[in-house]
């Protein structure tokens, strides 16, 4: 099976989970997402996160080797949207 790129597991994020902003950046097999969407008012960081592997199903296993994610609800992406860069790496 051929490895996603960014933009397809954007897509997939995006199929099952609301969302109000949506990056996503990688190469392949290691992804980094910043996903921003009101579902996830009142979870958890644990829950948001089985929340989007919970969409990717089967993909987590046998597509995508590593995803690292910045879940947030829009009130919380708000402040970082005027600011400095969606993710901490460089």
């Known amino acids: 099976m051929r490895e996603p790129t960014p933009e397809e597991v954007r897509d997939f994020i ?3 989970l609301p969302c109000s ?3 996503v950046e990688g190469d392949g097999r290691h992804f980094y997402a910043t ?4 579902a ?4 958890s960081r644990v829950r948001r996160h089985q929340a989007v592997y919970g969409v990717l199903g089967d993909r987590m296993r046998e597509q995508i080797h ?8 829009p009130a919380e992406y708000a402040p970082q949207a005027s600011g400095a860069s969606a993710h901490p790496h460089p």
């Open 21 to 23: 902003h949506l990056e």
């Open 35 to 38: 996903i921003v969407s009101e």
């Open 66 to 73: 590593a995803l690292s994610m910045k879940t947030l609800t």
């Open 14 to 16: 995006a199929q099952g």
């Open 40 to 43: 996830f008012s009142g979870l």
